[in-house]
């Protein structure tokens, strides 16, 4: 027997030599992406996963998961097999040359000009 | 008049001495799966779910003491099996989460309903607390349906064994709606609509659940609702709980924790 001091554990009357046959490969469900919302109107956030049988135990799981302590608004679950992505061999696809920094949002110096206008304004 | 407040008291106090018992025992026995849930998840949700049944019992406990019963970790944790009021039903031992599951989907729909009732009660700490905890009941009802449906729909074996458990179960959870002496005057006073107006919400509401998820419930002439634990009768099962649910609060008593 094995010996717990964990009442529920006793209670289970594990033996040593249990024949509790070792997980098959994929022996888990699948996964579904979770999406948080703090507040309505803001945007969703991807905060993690959770393994469920269907859509509807994934929204259960996530509400728990990710929902039970801090703001909540609304939860999104999304089957991860369902999102479509890039691959990582292509990261290169996001590389862009020094030349188009102008067309970044950075590139621009509105803050100088702000600072004139109310420097000048004294707003 | 003075009687009659007298009287009053006695009947609330029933009243909640018997909700607060269902949810701590229940709570306490749910939490048993803690660390043995089906996968991870589950065991988190379920566990949760039962600290919430344990803190709604907490509530009842608070609104007993207002009214001159002991302080709550006391109440909870010092009385023996006997002085409970909970239906024999919350105290039966956890076997397979077939049985607990059947339990969880029985109970909570009871619980949400007699809260929602409550929400209006003339005894307004009563009400109060029921406004307080709306959300998390409709949540615990809405994660019992979708296990309900799933395991009655889903292979022979998960079918066959909720079929079973909901047969073992049925006289039990009837038994949660056993009358408690002062029940004419409880709906007298509208502080609870009663429990076989309860009784009948629940089971229509239940119903078509059962009957979606492929079940059956038990056919009407074998109804034998199982009572006593309301007055006090109770199984080795809550003498078992009891003892083990106090272990530790009863080696120091006064420990601030």
Partial sequence: MIN????????????????????????????????????????????????????????????????????????WVVKTSNVFCTEYEDQDIFETTPEKQYREAGGYKVMDKINKYKKENKV | MAKNIIMNNIAIKELLYKMADDLLVLGHRNSEWTGLGPILEEDIAFSSMAQDKIGHSQALFSILYDLGEPEPDTNAFMREAKHFHNSQFVALQNDDYDFSTIRHFLFYHADQLRFDNLANSSFEPLAKVSRKIKGELKYHVFHADIWLNKLGNGNEESHARMQTALNYAWNY??????????????????????????????????????????LKIPSEKDWAPILGGRKGYHTENLDQLVTEMGEVFRIEPGAEW
């Fill in chain 1, 4 to 75: 717990s001091l964990d009442p529920r554990i006793a209670r289970e009357n594990l033996t040593e030599d249990n024949n509790i046959a070792p997980l098959t490969e994929m022996d888990q469900f699948e996964t579904y992406e979770v999406f948080h919302q703090k507040k309505r109107g803001d945007q969703h956030v991807h905060v993690g996963i959770v393994h469920a049988p269907n859509i509807e135990m994934a929204l259960l799981f996530g509400k728990d998961q990710y929902g039970r302590r801090g703001l909540t608004a609304n939860i």
């Fill in chain 2, 173 to 214: 959870a009837l038994g949660m709606f056993e009358k408690g002496d002062f029940e004419e005057q409880l709906i007298a006073e509208k502080v609870f609509e009663g429990e076989q107006s309860l009784q009948n919400k629940w089971l229509t509401v239940i119903t078509p659940i059962i009957e979606k998820a492929n």
